[in-house]
């Protein structure tokens, strides 16, 4: 199995394209490709628990807290993954490659992780 992500609005488009150059049948989503751009961060969260997607984001400013609060009040968080913008772009496009390779659909249940994981 593989983990499927969910990529939010902000997300750098050179870094998805990247991962599609690599691998072109992985299963990526934009909150732009689902009807959610624009909406706030919540319910990108509650969209992305229900679909059984962890999202992907840039945004360390509100998402983060956002997401504790879903994992604080019990409901269901199946993962977020900050990637700072500082990062070089084959590093990113390696390490989202190999979590959704290699990961789980469940693994990262009720976690928020930052990029690079090591």
């Not at 984001?57 to 199946?78: C, N, W």
Request: with cysteine; proline share 6%; charged share 25%.
């Amino acid at each position: 199995m593989a983990l499927h992500p969910l990529f939010d609005e902000n997300f750098n488009y050179v870094i998805l394209r990247g991962l599609l150059r690599h691998n072109p049948n992985l299963d990526l989503l934009r909150v732009q490709d689902v009807g959610l751009a624009g909406v706030d961060d919540p319910t990108v969260l509650d969209w992305a628990a229900n679909a059984g997607r962890v999202l992907f984001s840039h945004d360390v400013q509100t998402l983060v807290g956002f997401a504790y609060e879903r994992i604080a009040a019990g409901k269901r968080m199946p993962g977020l993954f900050e990637v700072r913008r500082d990062l070089p772009l084959s590093l990113v496009i390696d390490e989202i490659l190999l979590l959704i390779e290699c990961s789980e659909p469940d693994e990262w249940e009720h976690q928020v992780r930052y990029l690079p994981l090591r």
